[in-house]
């Protein structure tokens, strides 16, 4: 059989280990895990701060520069790099010539590998510089790791504390041995938790080096929870959680409820990114990851009141967001309404015990906002391929506002445009955002034409004046945000036709010239913004 054989006597069931090695920066339950590895007769290897911990308390092991004959050095640089544990780790043990060279050059077998690597994570979360970053960098762990999960058919290996206790369960389960599933299974954690690493470092290369776009790009996500369906019921689904912790609907906390399905996941998140853009009590009602109203007021009681008034009907088994801590009026003013989901930073005692009369509704706190303009990407899968681009933290201010028309806006009509066209960024585009009083009035979105999501939007209004018994929709002395630029007048002259008297837009058309001038025969006041929103 030659070097590179592979033997054709399968793997064993089970294997008896004899010999483990130990060498974690986490020290997690160590003591535990080696004194039971101890008391089914495993011999320890070990390095470094673990060796000493371990015989701190009295725990039998051999270091690993005794084993090897050769001394750690290099400041701990070299310690695991050697033959001698390679060699142990690596064997095949129903390979001939691999036990010959073994027992030649007097290498004994290593069965269980309990490593966890240096906390790279750690070290550039705290802002480390460059030199002290690379140093904890481990090389010598993912080493042993990648050699152990390959070599699964004898060797286990473990790369984090929460995988002790299964190893010593299966111990117990076959009488001091460890069966080849449970090796798989190890295995393939092994190698996902290196690849993760690599990500990692990866990822903070490119950053150091400002390369937004690498020519290969990685990402290492946890598995938060297996979901009970996708999108539909015959899709699986599951959140996974990056690795910066922020607040977040997928770090939210479930105070109540359901669990969280793909859909109230999805509108959630819409629901909270929106909110996040305003610093005013605000209220997002989200249904299908459109917003269906939205408002800011002097407290969240009127907010929510204000922005359910835009569209009551879509409302419906919708999802809520606040910016700030849920109290009691609030929940007592929502809990009127079926909703699926409510997220906000805080919730207070007495919101807490309303909700809870509605035992299904999902409450979430993320004990956070979000930053609206904290950068980063935002990735979406197409067939074949991804697609990656920076996240739209765009934000226009009344002083880069350009007047293109004979009449200035008022003030007023100046806050309120605002505050349409940074709804209008969470809208599908096309989108249309009917504002007033810093609410919304009416909303179109995801139309093909633009003049039809004015159309839609005004349309909304009408029915949502009829159900409050209101002599006009409230489109009347409203203005309206486009997420992009008019193509022609018609959309321009449908929002006039509602009663909008101001518009906001990019601008940018080929047509803005007939644009304008529509404005001006309308006697409207329109501002550029220069930045478009599409969202698709």
Not at 240 to 253: G, N
Not at 296 to 302: E, G, L, N, P, R
Request: charged share 20%; glycine share 8%; proline share 4%.
């Amino acid at each position: 059989m030659s070097l590179h054989a592979v033997s054709t006597i399968p793997a064993p069931d089970l294997v008896k280990p004899v010999r483990a090695l130990i060498s974690v920066s986490d020290k997690t339950q160590l003591i535990e895990t080696a004194k039971a590895l101890r008391a089914v007769g495993v011999e320890i290897l070990s390095t470094g701060g673990s060796a000493k911990a371990l015989e701190a308390e009295g725990i039998m092991l051999t270091e690993v520069g005794t084993f090897t004959g050769f001394p750690e050095m290099m400041d701990g640089r070299v310690k695991t790099l050697h033959p001698k544990i390679h060699g142990g780790i690596l064997q095949v043990r129903t390979n001939s010539q691999h036990q010959f060279q073994a027992t030649e050059h007097s290498i004994p077998p290593i069965d269980i590998v309990i490593v966890n690597l240096y906390p790279f994570a750690a070290t550039i979360d705290k802002g480390a510089d460059f030199a002290t970053s690379i140093e904890n960098i481990d090389i010598g762990g993912p080493a042993l790791i990648r050699a152990a999960a390959k070599n699964h058919d004898f060797v286990t290996v473990l790369t984090s504390p929460s995988q002790y206790a299964g190893l010593l369960d299966e111990l117990k389960k076959n009488n001091g041995a460890i069966g080849l599933d449970f090796r798989k299974r190890c295995a393939f954690e092994a190698f996902t938790h290196t690849a993760a690493y690599d990500s990692m470092v990866s990822t903070w290369f490119a950053g150091q080096l400002g390369d937004e776009y690498p020519e290969t790009i990685t990402f290492g996500f946890t598995r938060k929870q297996m979901l009970r369906y996708g999108e539909n019921p015959h899709q699986k689904g599951a959140v996974y959680l990056s690795r910066k912790a922020e607040p977040c609907v997928a770090r939210a906390e479930q105070v109540q409820g359901k669990e969280l399905s793909y859909n109230n996941y999805n509108d959630a998140d819409a629901a909270f990114e929106l909110a996040s853009e305003f610093s005013k009590p605000t209220v997002a009602i989200i249904k299908h990851a459109n917003p269906c109203g939205v408002a800011s007021a002097k407290d969240y009681v009127t907010a929510y009141k204000t922005a359910l008034a835009c569209d009551p009907v879509s409302a419906f088994g919708g999802v809520i967001a606040i910016n700030g801590k849920l109290d009691a009026a609030t929940a007592t003013a929502i809990s009127e309404l079926f909703t699926e989901v409510i997220i906000a930073p805080e919730a207070d005692e007495e919101a807490k015990k309303i909700i809870a009369a509605k035992k299904n509704l999902r409450l979430l706190l993320t004990h956070g906002m979000a930053n609206a303009k904290r950068g980063g990407a935002t990735l979406r899968s197409i067939a074949g391929g991804l697609l990656v681009q920076n996240r739209d933290d765009g934000h226009v201010t009344a002083e880069t506002l350009k007047v293109v028309t004979k009449r200035k806006p008022s003030d007023d009509e100046v806050r309120d445009m605002l505050f349409a066209f940074r709804v209008g960024k969470h809208v599908k585009s096309n989108a249309i955002v009917y504002a007033k009083n810093e609410a919304t009035v009416g909303v179109g979105a995801g139309q093909m034409s633009r003049v039809d999501s004015s159309r839609i939007a005004a349309w909304k209004a009408g029915e949502a004046a009829k159900a409050a018994g209101l002599a006009e929709p409230l489109t009347k002395g409203c203005v309206v945000a486009s997420d992009a630029f008019f193509p022609f007048a018609d959309g321009l002259l449908a929002a006039a036709e509602a009663g909008a008297s101001a518009i906001i837009q990019p601008g940018g058309s080929v047509r803005d010239d007939e644009v304008i001038a529509a404005a001006d025969n309308a006697g409207l006041a329109m501002v550029f913004t220069g930045i478009r929103h599409f969202r698709h």
